[in-house]
């Protein structure tokens, strides 16, 4: 993703959805009005090597559909990252809740936390559908992206999107 001044949509500006994951096919999930802005956490997996997909930072702010080149995060297989807005907690709304951008090769394990010990898993985003919804859980500060072992590692994460926030300071 790329780091911009703005990481709230404004609803007179609503961000172009047709960018990679996810399309959106439910219209009762509208595009995000958040993205996540600082990482806690990166681990990268195995298949992760020096190309420019390194580098965790580049994950935040709003897609930019640039996955080559230090814009995006590639995870590897068994690799993770935590993601975060300083800001804001998503908030569960109708519809589908977060939303990964990126080339999603396989099954990414999506979980959720409050304070980066006890994690709740929403299940899965996988090619053609980066879109899960919070499910029972009210609002989160952290979503934790997981690429599991399934030998088709090499997702590329461009950004992490939320359907509707809530300021927290």
Known sequence: GSVSGQDIQ???NP???TAMNPPNDNPASPGPEGYCDAVSFYLP???VYTVGNEFPQSVVGSPDQQLMGGNSLRLGEGGSVIV???KYRAVNAPGDDILVYGEIRGPIRVDVSD???DWTTLGHVKPNQGRIELGEIQETRYIRL???M???FGSVIDAVGVSKVRRIR
Do not use: A, Q
């Open 115 to 117: 304070n980066l010990t």
């Open 146 to 148: 997981v690429e599991e």
């Open 150 to 152: 399934d030998g088709t």
């Open 15 to 17: 961000s172009d959805e």
């Open 84 to 86: 975060l807005m300083s």
């Open 45 to 47: 997996g195995t298949g």
């Open 10 to 12: 404004s609803p007179d």
